[in-house]
């Protein structure tokens, strides 16, 4: 079923507590909260907004995310201890399986995107399913004469 309704994330009190596993906190104690905000039909991407205050956490990414940052400031270091400052209006991109260290000095707030990557597998099989379909619907929109190709 679609969900054919606006929604809207405007106010701080449109989230809803999201703790951070206790495990990955290493500084401070960063309170989280998101909002759901709309679904893919096929079920393989949302899309949140999330909301956090001070505090250094490990990040433990379980599918893939673009973010990006609506409101403060975060310093976040990849895999290879390299430090990225980020500010509102930037952008990231955090691959499945992938861990980043945040520092949130004060406050930070981000709209995500979350997807729930394949296993190349169904790629494969997702690619086949396309081809055939496309050359079923150009076979027919040729009156079903695939020598006109």
Same mark, same amino acid.
């Given at each position: 079923?679609?969900?054919?309704?606006?929604? =809207?994330?405007?106010? #701080?009190?449109? !989230?809803?507590? $999201?703790? &951070?596993?206790?495990?990955?906190?290493?500084?401070g104690?960063?309170?989280?909260?998101?909002k759901?905000?709309s679904?893919?039909?096929?079920?393989?991407?949302?899309?949140?907004?999330?909301?956090?205050?001070?505090?250094?956490?490990?990040?433990?990414?379980? =599918?893939?995310?673009? #973010?990006?940052? !609506?409101?403060? $400031?975060? &310093?976040?270091?990849?895999?290879?201890g390299?430090?990225?400052?980020?500010?509102?209006g930037d952008?990231?991109?955090f691959?499945?399986g992938?861990?980043?260290?945040?520092?949130?000095?004060?406050?930070?707030?981000?709209?995500?995107?979350?997807?729930?990557p394949?296993?190349?597998?169904?790629?494969?099989i997702?690619?086949?399913?396309?081809?055939?379909?496309?050359?079923?619907?150009?076979?027919?929109?040729?009156?079903?004469?695939?020598?006109?190709?």
């Open positions: 079923m679609i969900d054919n309704h606006i929604k =809207f994330a405007c106010a #701080a009190d449109d !989230l809803s507590p $999201a703790p &951070i596993d206790p495990s990955w906190i290493q500084e104690n960063p309170v989280a909260r998101i759901f905000m679904g893919s039909s096929d079920g393989m991407a949302n899309t949140y907004i999330w909301d956090c205050t001070a505090g250094r956490f490990n990040w433990k990414y379980a =599918f893939d995310e673009t #973010a990006c940052l !609506l409101q403060g $400031a975060i &310093i976040v270091k990849d895999e290879k390299v430090a990225h400052s980020l500010k509102a952008t990231m991109f691959p499945a992938s861990n980043a260290d945040w520092i949130v000095a004060d406050y930070v707030r981000k709209v995500a995107i979350l997807r729930n394949l296993s190349p597998r169904l790629v494969l997702a690619r086949i399913y396309s081809k055939l379909k496309r050359m079923i619907s150009r076979d027919n929109s040729n009156g079903g004469n695939p020598a006109s190709f």
